[in-house]
Nanobody, 125 residues
């Protein structure tokens, strides 16, 4: 399983960015997909997740109402639409997935077996 993240960059406070993560070696609609982020000097933290089949989504309190996770099964790609960005959203963002057949969503990084390479998001004040 390989994950390729893209779409990061520089945005102003209040702006928007969309991150993409293309998955190979796994059918997306049979996988839990998640986004995490890690700011300098901080631990990696949960941002959002989407259930197998995409029927349920989950967000951290800090991004609820501003970020949206979604999937495009035809493209085997998961997205993170980020709006109303704040300087505290600055971090490297990672996409991740759990093992095959797993349906339980966890918010801890160690529960995820496969990771993308990370994409930098910088929000200027």
């Amino acid at each position: 399983v390989q994950l390729q993240a893209s779409g990061g960059g520089l945005a102003q406070t209040g702006g928007s960015l969309r991150l993409s993560c293309t998955v190979s070696g796994r059918t997306l609609n049979k996988s839990i997909m998640a986004w995490f982020r890690q700011a300098p000097g901080k631990e990696r933290e949960f941002v959002a997740a989407i259930s197998v089949g995409g029927s349920s989504t989950y967000y951290s309190n800090s991004v609820e109402g501003r970020f949206t996770i979604s999937t495009d099964n035809a493209k085997n790609t998961v997205y993170l639409q980020m709006s109303s960005l704040k300087p505290e959203d600055t971090a490297v963002y990672y996409c991740a997935t759990r093992g095959s057949g797993v349906t339980v969503i966890h918010r801890t990084p160690r529960s995820y077996q496969f990771w993308g390479q990370g994409t930098q998001v910088t929000v200027s004040s």
